[in-house]
């Protein structure tokens, strides 16, 4: 098989940063193009970082496959607005520019409970992208769907999130009694379920947190 060029929005977040390393690490990847506001804090030789702004972004050059993992809160974004801009509206201005690009596959980093009919707004925005990715083409679209993630977001600079902390604590106490697509999941286990399933993938697959957890773990 041809060495692959990869192509990840997100890649300083939790989920980001572990997609990044193992797109490095592996082998049959010989380019990776990073997107963000800010470049990777690390140097590598098959890395290329690109600081852009998602809302006018720049051609972008010749890739395989994309990764998506742009993600933030209400409470950062400041308002259900600024959330959209971020989970939504990002997101998908990169897969299309990757599609144009050539990119035939994508992952995105999504979330449990995802559903463009959701009551729930973050719900109802996550599953809007996905329904818009779908419509883009792609050959294979792979979405992973973790449940509350553990990871180090103070190492990121980043806030904590309040229902993590107590949904890992719930977890601590209850561990197998919770079924496992409601079990908290490691960003590196979400990160290596996408990394191994995007290559082989065919259409249109959803990876609910259990399936990550026997995949990734």
Known sequence: MAARTALIAG?????????????LADPGVAEVHSLGRREPPLQHAKL??????????????AVDEVYLALGTTIKVAGSQQGFRAVDHDAN?????????????RAGLVSAMGASPSSR???????????????GLGFDALVIARPSLLAGDRAA???????????????SRV?????????????????????????????????LPSGEMQRLGG
Not at 92 to 104: D, F
Not at 120 to 134: D, H, I, Q
Not at 156 to 170: H, N, T
């Open 48 to 61: 290329v970082a690109h600081r852009v702004d998602f809302a006018a972004l720049p051609p972008l050059p």
């Open 156 to 170: 990121l600079a980043q806030p904590e999130r309040p229902g993590e902390r107590i949904g890992l604590a719930v």
């Open 11 to 23: 890649a300083t977040g939790l989920v980001g940063r572990e997609l990044l390393a193992g797109l």
């Open 120 to 134: 729930v707004f973050y719900s109802r925005v996550k599953g809007e992208l996905e329904e818009a990715l779908a």
């Open 174 to 206: 209850l561990g197998p009694l919770i079924p496992a697509d409601l079990r908290p999941i490691t960003a590196t286990t979400v990160a290596r379920a996408l990394l191994r399933e995007l290559p082989r993938a065919q259409g249109r697959r959803v």
């Open 92 to 104: 998908l201005a990169v897969a299309r520019a990757a599609r144009a690009a050539g990119a035939r």
